[in-house]
Structure formats: structure tokens, C-alpha cells
T-cell receptor, first 113, second 114 residues
Framework: AQSVTQLGSHVSVSEGALVLLRCNYSSSVPPYLFWYVQYPNQGLQLLLKYTSAATLVKGINGFEAEFKKSETSFHLTKPSAHMSDAAEYFCAVGGAAGNKLTFGGGTRVLVKP | GAGVSQSPRYKVAKRGQDVALRCDPI?????LFWYQQALGQGPEFLTYFQNEAQLDKSGLPSDRFFAERPEGSVSTLKIQRTQQEDSAVYLC????????????FGDGTRLSIL
């Protein structure tokens, strides 16, 4: 069984400040891990994914995430927040050969000017 | 279009009615996924197709939910005898092969059951 926990349903950051979104996972098989972003009334867009290659993964829009097996974490960061980063972010886990994603509950990011 | 297209965008139905939600995946994509997203929650897996074959339907909540993809392209999610708890956004996504997860999901169909 797989599960994902996102700490903090809402995060507020100032424009230009560090964005840090936390994700912890549970998986009985080597996990594939994903971060998706969802803007209001839209579907999800893949930001980045970890598939057992490099543990530091770079994605689109300046985001990156680090896979830490010992901590079962896959936290998402961006050094400097932009107003356009205001959205909801979902962490997800999938098995190496599976096709089903298990999503966390999401973290809504508010960016203050 | 270049992306996953879903229709209708919004659907209001009375409890007990049947509804059909359509998904047009990206042309040529082998894999197609349906997810259900309740208000304020993350998406939950419903079902997965590889071409026309429904390989995983473990997430369908009840036998009132039925999905098909008869020609390996367009897919329809049908809900019979709708209940209030079926109110949610239904998301569709596709990917080009058997192993990749979707890059983009469709914008979803927001279903409201009165």
C-alpha cells in the first residue's frame, strides 16, 4: 500500500521568499514520486518526477525536489516565489511498474506582494 | 487541440439521473486515466485504460460507475443513478506509452448532484 502526507494545507509566502512544501510518503516498493500543480478551475500539470535516478530533481518554473529515502520525504522548493506560483500543489506516489498514482491532500500556496 | 479535452465542463443533475462524461485524450496516447477529486482534496484514482483495454478499475466506488474506451481513443465515464456523494470534479489524463505518468490532466468536469 502507498500513501502520501502533505504537511500544511495552506502556506503563505512573500514574493521573493523561499517556497518549501513538505511531502512524506509510504511505499512498500521503490517509489516513483511526483509533484503536480493545479491552478483554479484547471487540471493538474506535472512539475517534476523522481524515478530512481538523481535524488535532486529539477522541474519546471524553477522548482526542485530532493528525494531522501532515510526520511521518506520528497519536499518541493523554489528559492524565490513569484505571484504566478499561487496555486495548489499535490505530491503523489506511484509504484515502479504501476499506473495508479496516490495523491496527497494538497497544499495551497498564497503569495503576498 | 493539443491537450486532453473533457466535456462538459460543468454538469448539474438531479439525484437518481444517469450522467456521461467524455474525455478526448491527446492523439495517439496509449494510456488513459480517470480520477475523482472531491472538494478540497487530492485526486483519487478511478480507472486506467491501455488502448481499449481497461486494465485497472479498482478505484471505481460502486457498480454504478462504468467507464469505456471502445476504440482506444475517446473515453466515457458513466454514472448511473447518481447520488449526492458523486458530486466532485472528474479528471481525465493520458500518457503516450505504458509506463509514463501523465504530464497534463484535462480541466475536468465538475459534477453537481442536487
Amino acid at each position: 500500500a502507498q500513501s502520501v502526507t502533505q504537511l500544511g494545507s495552506h502556506v503563505s509566502v512573500s514574493e521573493g521568499a523561499l517556497v518549501l512544501l513538505r511531502c512524506n510518503y509510504s511505499s512498500s516498493v521503490p517509489p516513483y514520486l511526483f509533484w503536480y500543480v493545479q491552478y483554479p478551475n484547471q487540471g493538474l500539470q506535472l512539475l517534476l518526477k523522481y524515478t530512481s535516478a538523481a535524488t535532486l530533481v529539477k522541474g519546471i518554473n524553477g522548482f526542485e525536489a530532493e528525494f531522501k529515502k532515510s526520511e521518506t520525504s520528497f519536499h518541493l522548493t523554489k528559492p524565490s516565489a513569484h505571484m504566478s506560483d499561487a496555486a495548489e500543489y499535490f505530491c503523489a506516489v506511484g509504484g515502479a511498474a504501476g499506473n495508479k498514482l496516490t495523491f496527497g491532500g494538497g497544499t495551497r500556496v498564497l503569495v503576498k506582494p | 487541440g493539443a491537450g486532453v479535452s473533457q466535456s462538459p465542463r460543468y454538469k448539474v443533475a438531479k439525484r437518481g439521473q444517469d450522467v456521461a462524461l467524455r474525455c478526448d485524450p491527446i492523439s495517439g496516447h496509449v494510456s488513459l486515466f480517470w480520477y475523482q477529486q472531491a472538494l478540497g482534496q487530492g485526486p483519487e484514482f478511478l480507472t486506467y485504460f491501455q488502448n481499449e483495454a481497461q486494465l485497472d478499475k479498482s478505484g471505481l466506488p460502486s457498480d454504478r460507475f462504468f467507464a469505456e474506451r471502445p476504440e482506444g481513443s475517446v473515453s466515457t465515464l458513466k454514472i448511473q443513478r447518481t447520488q449526492q456523494e458523486d458530486s466532485a470534479v472528474y479528471l481525465c489524463a493520458s500518457s503516450p506509452n505504458r509506463v509514463e505518468q501523465p504530464q497534463h490532466f484535462g480541466d475536468g468536469t465538475r459534477l453537481s448532484i442536487l
